[in-house]
């Protein structure tokens, strides 16, 4: 079966540091592009980061210079480093693989970063 499974979540204080982690199985991950999105109750959902099969990057503008995107296929997972954390980075963080046109995408069931003093 497809899991994706979040984890690095919690409460860290404004300029603090958090590395998040999705670990996926059940698919051919080195062949899916990978994203991050967040999540605030009311709002609607924003990409925040991807990266490709071959590794390409893009970013929000809210988070560029601040968080890393990066993949280890031989470990099935991808990460989101995020540094200078600020209280509007507070959101439910979600990951998800996608093939494109014509294929089913995953989602993870995400998790929470709360970044508060």
């Known amino acids: 079966q497809v899991q994706l499974v979040e984890s690095g979540g919690g409460l860290v204080q404004p300029g603090g540091s958090l590395r998040l982690s999705c670990a996926a199985s059940?698919?051919?991950?080195?062949?899916?592009?990978m994203t991050w999105y967040r999540q605030v109750p009311g709002k609607e959902r924003e990409l925040v980061a991807i990266?490709?099969?071959?590794?390409?990057?893009v970013y929000a503008d809210s988070v560029k210079g601040r968080f890393t995107i990066s993949r280890d296929n031989a470990k099935n997972t991808v990460y989101l480093q995020m540094n200078s954390l600020k209280p509007e980075d507070t959101a439910v963080y979600y990951c998800?693989?996608?093939?494109?046109?014509?294929?089913?995408?995953?989602w993870g069931k995400g998790t929470l970063v709360n970044v508060s003093s």
């Open positions: 998800k693989a996608a093939r494109g046109r014509g294929f089913m995408d995953y």
């Open positions: 990266i490709t099969s071959v590794g390409s990057t």
């Open positions: 059940g698919f051919t991950f080195s062949s899916y592009a």
